[in-house]
Nanobody, 122 residues
């Protein structure tokens, strides 16, 4: 499975961004999909995942109520809507795929995108 992210940008605090991840490869609809991020000087962390049934899970408390994930199996895409962005959301965001959202806890999903930079500046 090949994953390509687009949508990273620089925004002011309180702004919104939408990241898109396009996947190419077979059986897209059977994968759990989601996003990791890595802030400068910090370890990469699992942020949010949506499983093959469409159930989403957030793994970072600070994004609850602000980040929403959705998937479109017809277009082989997964979207991350980020609202009320804060400077601490600044990171490289990586799309990822695995057979299960468990990989977002272990940190080792099977497939990765190349990453896209999100910068929230004052």
């Amino acid at each position: 499975l090949r994953l390509v992210e687009i949508g990273g940008d620089s925004v002011q605090p309180g702004g919104s961004l939408r990241l898109s991840c396009a996947a190419s490869g077979p059986s897209f609809e059977y994968y759990a999909l989601g996003w990791f991020r890595q802030a400068p000087g910090k370890e990469r962390e699992g942020v949010i995942c949506v499983d093959s049934r469409g159930t989403s899970t957030i793994y970072v408390d600070s994004v609850k109520g602000r980040f929403t994930i959705s998937r479109d199996n017809g277009r082989n895409t997964v979207l991350l809507q980020m609202d009320s962005l804060q400077p601490e959301d600044t990171a490289v965001y990586y799309c990822a795929a695995d057979s299960s959202c468990t990989a977002w806890r272990t940190g080792v999903p099977e497939y990765w995108g190349q990453g896209t930079q999100v910068t929230v500046f004052s």
